[in-house]
C-alpha cells in the first residue's frame, strides 16, 4: 500500500494550538503561484506511484478560493485512489465547495470541529461557531458523503468533563462514522504554550477513560490511541503511517517516506514558489532504523505490532520489563499497549527507541 499527501499551507487565522506550517492569506495570486508548483510537483512523481490512498490536509485545504480548487482538483483525478480524504474547517465550505470535492472524487471528510463548546473554541481559537460545525457536517451528508469523521479535542484550559460529555453528546448525535479526539498538547512556539491554566493529569486521564467508554458502547472501534471508527470505516490513510506504509508528500513541509528515504520539503511557502519543492531534511532508513520506527508506530494500534526476531534480541528484556510494569500486553510474537498505557503512550514509546 501507498499513499499521497498533499499539504494546503493557507488558513483563515492561525489556532491558538497549532504547530503546523501554514500562512494567514487570501492573497489569491500567492495561491495561484502555490498551485502552480503544486502541480509541477505532482507532475514530477514517479511514473509507477499509484497510491491507494490520497490525504489533502494542511493547513486547511478547504481555505484558497472556489475557483483555485476548481481549478486544481482534476490534476489529482487520475490517481483514482481508494480512498480519497479532504481536512474540511467548517468556517471555509459552503454547498458549492463541498459538492465541488464530491464531483473531484473525495470520499472522506474529516471535519475539524474541535469542540461545540463556546469557551473551548475561543481558547483554541478556531473561526467557526460549533453550529457552524453542525451545518458543516449536515450539508456534507445532503452533498452525498457517507463516509465522515469528526475531530475533537480534549484536555483544552478551563474544559469540563461536563463539557466533553456534552461535545461526546454533540459529536455523536451527527452519526459520523469516525471520530478522532485527540488530548491538547502544548506545543513550542504556539500561544497555548503560555497558559497555565492547564488541566490537571488526573482529570485528562478520566477524560480519555470516559471517551473510551462513551464511543464504544456507541458501537465505534477504538483502533488506535486517538482514533475510533464504525466497522470498516478506520481511516486507511492514516493506518498507512501506523503500519510502515509508504508514502509521498506534496506542498510545503510535507513528508515522505519512499523507497527506503525519508525527507520534508521546505516549510516557507515563498521558497517553495521561488525554488520548487526542496528538501530540508533528507535520510536514509536503514532496516534496523526503518524497524524501529514502524514498531513504535504500529503501537499505537491497539491491535499492537508484530515484532521480528532481531526486535526481539534486541528488545525482549526491555518488552518484559514494561509486561512487569502492567505497560505492555505480550501475545506470542506480538505486542501491544495496555489499557493503563494508552494514556502515557509516549513514555512507553521513549523505552523503545
Ligand atoms: S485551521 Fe488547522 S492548520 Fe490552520 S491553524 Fe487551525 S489547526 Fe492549524
Same mark, same amino acid.
Given at each position: 500500500?501507498?499513499?499521497?499527501?498533499?499539504?494546503?499551507?493557507?488558513?483563515?487565522?492561525?489556532?491558538?494550538?497549532?504547530?503546523?506550517?501554514?500562512?494567514?492569506?487570501?492573497?489569491?495570486?500567492?495561491?495561484?503561484?502555490?498551485?502552480?508548483? @503544486?502541480?509541477?510537483? /505532482?507532475?514530477?512523481? =514517479?511514473?509507477?506511484? &499509484?497510491?491507494?490512498?490520497?490525504?489533502?490536509?494542511? !493547513? +486547511? #485545504?478547504?481555505?484558497?478560493?472556489?475557483?483555485?480548487?476548481?481549478?486544481?482538483?482534476?490534476?489529482?483525478?487520475?490517481?483514482?485512489?481508494?480512498?480519497?480524504?479532504?481536512?474540511?474547517?467548517?468556517?471555509?465550505?459552503?454547498?458549492?465547495?463541498?459538492?465541488?470535492?464530491?464531483?473531484?472524487?473525495?470520499?472522506?471528510?474529516?471535519?475539524?470541529?474541535?469542540?461545540?463548546?463556546?469557551?473551548?473554541?475561543?481558547?483554541?481559537?478556531?473561526?467557526?461557531?460549533?453550529?457552524?460545525?453542525?451545518?458543516?457536517?449536515?450539508?456534507?451528508?445532503?452533498?452525498?458523503?457517507?463516509?465522515?469523521?469528526?475531530?475533537?479535542?480534549?484536555?483544552?484550559?478551563?474544559?469540563?468533563?461536563?463539557?466533553?460529555?456534552?461535545? @461526546?453528546?454533540?459529536? /455523536?448525535?451527527?452519526? =459520523?462514522?469516525?471520530? &478522532?479526539?485527540?488530548?491538547?498538547?502544548?506545543?513550542? !512556539? +504556539? #500561544?497555548?504554550?503560555?497558559?497555565?491554566?492547564?488541566?490537571?493529569?488526573?482529570?485528562?486521564?478520566?477524560?480519555?477513560?470516559?471517551?473510551?467508554?462513551?464511543?464504544?458502547?456507541?458501537?465505534?472501534?477504538?483502533?488506535?490511541?486517538?482514533?475510533?471508527?464504525?466497522?470498516?470505516?478506520?481511516?486507511?490513510?492514516?493506518?498507512?503511517?501506523?503500519?510502515?506504509?509508504?508514502?509521498?508528500?506534496?506542498?510545503?513541509?510535507?513528508?515522505?517516506?519512499?523507497?527506503?528515504?525519508?525527507?520534508?520539503?521546505?516549510?516557507?511557502?515563498?521558497?517553495?514558489?521561488?525554488?520548487?519543492?526542496?528538501?530540508?531534511?533528507?535520510?536514509?532508513?536503514?532496516?534496523?532504523?526503518?524497524?524501529?520506527?514502524?514498531?513504535?508506530?504500529?503501537?499505537?494500534? /491497539?491491535?499492537?505490532?508484530?515484532?521480528?526476531?532481531?526486535?526481539?534480541?534486541?528488545?525482549?528484556?526491555?518488552?518484559?520489563?514494561?509486561?512487569?510494569?502492567?505497560?505492555?500486553?505480550?501475545?506470542?510474537?506480538?505486542?501491544?499497549?495496555?489499557?493503563?498505557?494508552?494514556?502515557?503512550?509516549?513514555?512507553?514509546?521513549?523505552?523503545?527507541?
Amino acid at each position: 500500500m501507498s499513499g499521497l499527501y498533499i499539504h494546503i499551507p493557507f488558513c483563515e487565522r492561525k489556532c491558538s494550538y497549532c504547530a503546523f506550517y501554514s500562512v494567514v492569506s487570501n492573497d489569491w495570486k500567492k495561491q495561484e503561484r502555490f498551485f502552480q508548483t @503544486l502541480e509541477k510537483e /505532482l507532475s514530477g512523481l =514517479p511514473p509507477d506511484f &499509484a497510491p491507494e490512498t490520497v490525504f489533502i490536509g494542511g !493547513g +486547511t #485545504p478547504t481555505a484558497p478560493g472556489f475557483q483555485a480548487l476548481e481549478k486544481f482538483l482534476p490534476s489529482l483525478g487520475k490517481f483514482r485512489p481508494m480512498e480519497f480524504s479532504v481536512e474540511v474547517n467548517p468556517g471555509t465550505v459552503d454547498e458549492a465547495k463541498l459538492a465541488l470535492l464530491k464531483r473531484s472524487g473525495v470520499n472522506r471528510l474529516s471535519v475539524g470541529v474541535q469542540s461545540f463548546d463556546f469557551q473551548c473554541l475561543e481558547t483554541l481559537g478556531r473561526i467557526h461557531s460549533a453550529e457552524q460545525a453542525e451545518a458543516a457536517f449536515r450539508l456534507a451528508r445532503r452533498v452525498g458523503f457517507e463516509n465522515m469523521s469528526v475531530d475533537l479535542m480534549f484536555g483544552v484550559p478551563g474544559q469540563t468533563m461536563q463539557m466533553l460529555e456534552s461535545d @461526546l453528546d454533540r459529536a /455523536l448525535a451527527l452519526g =459520523p462514522e469516525h471520530i &478522532a479526539i485527540y488530548n491538547l498538547m502544548y506545543e513550542a !512556539g +504556539t #500561544p497555548m504554550e503560555a497558559r497555565l491554566d492547564r488541566l490537571d493529569e488526573d482529570l485528562e486521564r478520566e477524560m480519555y477513560d470516559r471517551i473510551r467508554a462513551r464511543l464504544n458502547a456507541a458501537g465505534f472501534v477504538h483502533y488506535e490511541i486517538s482514533n475510533f471508527a464504525k466497522p470498516g470505516f478506520e481511516c486507511r490513510h492514516n493506518l498507512l503511517y501506523w503500519t510502515g506504509g509508504e508514502y509521498i508528500g506534496c506542498g510545503p513541509a510535507a513528508h515522505s517516506h519512499w523507497n527506503g528515504v525519508r525527507w520534508a520539503n521546505v516549510s516557507d511557502l515563498d521558497d517553495y514558489c521561488a525554488n520548487g519543492p526542496r528538501r530540508e531534511f533528507e535520510e536514509t532508513l536503514g532496516p534496523e532504523a526503518k524497524e524501529r520506527e514502524t514498531r513504535v508506530m504500529g503501537l499505537r494500534l /491497539l491491535a499492537g505490532v508484530k515484532v521480528s526476531s532481531s526486535g526481539w534480541k534486541h528488545l525482549g528484556e526491555c518488552f518484559q520489563a514494561l509486561e512487569k510494569q502492567g505497560l505492555l500486553v505480550i501475545e506470542g510474537r506480538r505486542v501491544r499497549l495496555s489499557e493503563e498505557a494508552l494514556f502515557v503512550s509516549d513514555s512507553v514509546f521513549a523505552e523503545l527507541v
